[in-house]
């Protein structure tokens, strides 16, 4: 296979404007190929484009087997044929891209794993329009996106609330944003988070088990609610406790609903320190702790909230890769204080 580039045809999206050059993908079908389908055996020749997108550029008319085009997708190949294939520009993306820091754990082609700090809104939208993480993704490896729907962007497959901190994996590759987002979307990953909470659980551990969805009067929350709601499973386990005023949990997620662990937790009884939407009073628990720590605890400003861990099957190699990041300065803080070793 032989991918080199030419300026694109007249096209819509060249009258529009995008002039930069396609990519065409040359294929000589071998014996061992014959009788495979034709979007099957590209897709698997190119190796960076997913199957349904080689799909859609061959109805597209986008594919030819020795000069002639080729409009079914499922044709089967023909031994020693020349296919060709032409991959559009990718279009930019509207974000544009901005030199944020990023503390990378680990990335190649199809994919960039990441420890996000907390502050850090993942995409644009109405409030956050700049200084997100895809502006920073397209800064760090625009050049390398290989499209995604078309799309120079960032392969978005999950999300970490914006104070939330931890380890994200974003795709670089249509390939890998397909396969990833299967992988979330069938729950075959590990996802573990740190997360201190007011109160100690009884038992210290167990699972809640409860539907989520929006809070049936105020639109921007959501709740544990008996109508219209996701299944949801959360596994937590304490770590530790100070006395019965807070404890450091593990929750393991099995399902990834919207705010799942604040919501969980907070239905506990045991809502996180610092949450700004869940915890609506001082809690009880709170009285349990000296008044110093008491005060900077209350004033914490975000969820006590962390992704250490993430788990996945590569999406192309198929190796199991596992990912951690240790608790950030702020966390550290809390658990020092608590400790009654404040720096």
């Avoid at 099957?40 to 087997?65: D, H, M, Y």
Wanted: charged fraction near 20%; charge should be neutral; glycine fraction near 8%.
């Amino acid at each position: 296979m032989s991918p080199r580039t030419e300026n694109p045809p007249p096209s819509p999206e060249s009258a529009t404007g995008h002039s930069e050059a396609a990519t065409i993908f040359e294929i000589t079908a071998s014996a061992a190929d014959a009788g495979n389908r034709l979007d099957r055996f590209l897709a698997a020749a190119i190796g960076t484009v997913s199957r349904s997108r080689v799909k859609a550029l061959i109805e597209a008319g986008l594919a030819s087997r020795d000069q002639m085009p080729v409009l079914d997708p499922s044709e089967s190949i023909r031994s020693g044929a020349l296919y060709r294939l032409t991959q559009p520009a990718a279009v930019d993306a509207a974000p544009k891209a901005q030199e944020i820091p990023l503390s990378i754990l680990f990335e190649d082609r199809h994919l960039i794993v990441l420890n996000k700090p907390a502050g850090l809104v993942v995409h644009p939208a109405p409030g956050n329009l700049d200084g997100t993480l895809v502006n920073a993704l397209l800064a760090h490896a625009g050049e390398e996106l290989t499209g995604i729907g078309g799309e120079k962007r960032p392969g978005i497959v999950h999300r970490l609330d914006k104070d939330t901190s931890g380890v994200m994996v974003v795709a670089k590759s249509e390939v890998a944003h397909v396969a990833l987002s299967n992988a979330f979307a069938e729950r075959d990953l590990e996802r573990s988070y740190l997360a201190l909470a007011w109160g100690v659980p009884s038992p210290p551990s167990g699972e809640v088990e409860a539907p989520v969805g929006r809070h049936p009067t105020d639109r921007k929350r959501m709740a544990v609610v008996t109508r219209n709601g996701k299944h949801a499973l959360t596994r937590y386990a304490t770590e530790r406790a100070w006395k019965t005023a807070c404890a450091l949990l593990r929750c393991r997620l099995a399902t990834g609903r919207t705010h799942q662990i604040r919501v969980h937790m907070a239905h506990l009884g045991h809502p996180l320190v610092g949450d700004p939407v869940y915890l609506r009073r001082i809690p009880a628990a709170a009285r349990d702790l000296p008044g110093a720590t008491r005060e900077v605890l209350l004033a914490f400003p975000r969820q006590a909230l962390h992704a250490e861990t993430l788990g996945f099957r590569h999406p192309v190699t198929g190796e199991m890769l596992r990912f951690s990041a240790p608790l950030p300065p702020d966390l550290l803080g809390l658990l020092a204080l608590l400790d009654g070793n404040p720096e």
